[in-house]
């Protein structure tokens, strides 16, 4: 080649490859319409003010005692195996069974207080929707149905949106289902073992890896099945799709056990998950009730989930009808269920409304409604499934904005004593208190060394002291052998249940503080309260 041929070959070999960079740079620089989904449900759920904004996420005080456990492991570079926070089972055996989250949460909330704990859930609430709607994309669901089905699941999990360690079970089940599927489609075969590492991550995080290896076990059995229905087709069975994903199930259990409590987690899970007493007095361990929004959106889904799973049987996809079979047993069994359901089979739900959508499109005109909006979906498809850098410029300026954005400083005044506590801060803290098992979380957040009756740990302190628990605070008849067992000498409670009533009704008991909605009572003879606060400075009303 002759210098002259070289310098006419060396233009065009540039221009190629400036044109596949500004490709690659517009790609990621003009927003997707994935990523104007993800900033507008950050948008929708969490930029309100007041309790429907950030806050919402701290509804629940759970998140108070995962930040100080997290901050215990911090410090100590253990995992505790023995109760941290009560002085009615102290030193009992504790599974922090969510230790890993508690300690991400321990060094969120010093990088940042409230406002990191907070926006890291939020982001993977939203991450979880957005995954699942390029999930259903990529299942080859029109996109009215697509977008229908992401706002009905995101509207039936809301109920669990909390700044608690589950939601890395729905980013989790989520991108586990879509390495699922993408396999049961013939694509990235190899990708599927992706899952091994993600279960050990997974299994420290929440207890929600059990949900992992209940579906690759009924992919193992729906394998099987689809393999025994081609031989009594006539064709000669393939059992190695079963064999695989039976080996797939054994090595995400084997690597579940890689926990700080072994096979001792496994079974406190599931003995917590079956516990009668759990069901019976835990909201979100019981059935859900069909009333609510977020619960009749999840009716609806279920209503065509099922219709799903009749289809799927019929066209001999066993697996994908085992699915949606034994999560919507779950899902009616515990409503805290729902949130995976809607996640695990939305896509499968999601190509149902497909199916009737383009039945009813197939004869329209494509000068009709129909017919244009029938194309318009079809047009816009692609540019769900691409991300480009909003999604991560989206999460980078709310990470370093203050204001005018109300970052949580305290949990919610409207559900919590918040005033009240802080009034009475140094009388609490010297004191048995009786309180309610969410501001006992609370009570904990704020000071680690405060000793507890009963907190939101209700896997940790069982039916017994749970019963006692329930009998003291509704005034059952056994309310003062209870009272007396746990020498309570302070009682923080709702102003308008029973055993407000009753204190004030007994002389030596004394309202120390009254909010409107919650009231503070103390024992006269308690020395610690006299020496502390004098009893006439405190408007009492004796």
């Not at 031989?231 to 695989?244: C, E, I, K, N, V």
């Not at 085992?322 to 695990?344: K, Q």
Request: glycine letters at 6%.
């Amino acid at each position: 080649m002759t210098p002259q041929s070289t310098i006419a070959v060396l233009p065009a070999s540039e221009g190629v490859s400036t044109a596949q960079l500004t490709g690659r740079l517009s790609r990621w620089l003009f927003p997707s319409l994935s990523d104007l989904l993800f900033i507008a449900l950050i948008a929708w759920l969490f930029m309100s003010t007041g309790a429907h904004g950030w806050q919402s996420l701290l509804v629940d005080a759970d998140v108070g005692w995962h930040i100080r456990t997290g901050e215990y492991i911090l410090d100590h570079r253990t995992v505790p195996h023995t109760d941290l926070y009560s002085f009615s089972k102290p030193g009992a055996p504790w599974f922090a069974w969510e230790w890993l989250a508690d300690a991400l949460d321990a060094f969120l909330f010093r990088l940042a207080g409230l406002k990191g704990v907070v926006l890291t859930a939020g982001i993977l609430i939203v991450l979880f929707a957005t995954i699942l709607m390029r999930r259903i994309v990529d299942a080859g669901a029109h996109l009215f149905a697509a977008l229908l089905v992401t706002l009905l699941s995101v509207g039936s999990a809301s109920m669990h949106f909390l700044a608690r360690p589950h939601v890395f079970t729905l980013v989790f089940v989520s991108i586990s289902m879509a390495i699922i599927e993408a396999d049961r489609r013939g694509a990235n075969p190899a990708r599927i073992w992706w899952l091994v590492p993600l279960a050990l991550l997974w299994t420290n995080l929440h207890g929600g890896f059990l949900i992992l290896i209940a579906i690759l076990g009924l992919t193992t059995v729906g394998s099987a099945i689809e393999a025994w229905m081609q031989r009594s087709a006539g064709a000669a069975p393939d059992w190695t799709p079963a064999l695989r994903w039976a080996k797939l199930t054994s090595a995400c259990g084997a690597v579940s056990l890689i926990n700080p409590y072994g096979w001792g987690l496994h079974l406190h899970v599931v003995e917590y998950l079956r516990s009668d007493w759990i069901r019976k007095v835990v909201q979100e361990f019981q059935s859900p009730t069909f009333r609510d929004e977020n619960m009749l959106q999840f009716e609806a889904l279920l209503f065509i989930g099922l219709i799903a799973a009749g289809t799927h049987f019929r066209r001999s996809k066993v697996t994908e009808a085992l699915w949606i079979l034994f999560l919507a047993y779950l899902s009616l069994s515990s409503v805290r269920h729902v949130p995976i359901f809607v996640t695990a089979v939305g896509p499968l739900i999601a190509m149902e409304l497909t199916g009737w959508w383009r039945a009813a499109a197939e004869g329209a005109s494509k000068n009709s409604a129909l017919g244009i909006l029938h194309q318009m979906g079809n047009d816009l498809l692609p540019n769900f499934q691409r991300t480009s850098a909003w999604c991560a410029i989206a999460v980078i300026t709310l990470a370093v904005m203050g204001k005018p954005i109300p970052w949580p400083t305290d949990f919610p005044e409207e559900i919590f004593p918040t005033k009240l506590i802080h009034a009475h801060e140094q009388q609490i803290l010297h004191s048995r208190v009786l309180t309610t098992d969410q501001w006992a979380d609370y009570l904990i957040f704020l000071h680690p060394e405060q000793k507890v009756f009963f907190d939101g740990r209700s896997d940790f302190y069982g039916p017994k002291l749970g019963d006692q628990f329930l009998h003291v605070t509704s005034g059952a008849p056994d309310w003062e052998q209870v009272m007396r067992q746990y020498q309570f000498n302070l009682v923080l409670i709702p102003g308008d249940i029973a055993l407000a009533q009753l204190l004030r009704a007994r002389p030596e008991w004394q309202e120390i503080a009254n909010d409107g909605k919650r009231v503070l009572l103390g024992l006269r003879t308690s020395p610690v309260l006299a020496t502390k606060i004098p009893w006439e400075n405190q408007g009492s009303k004796d």
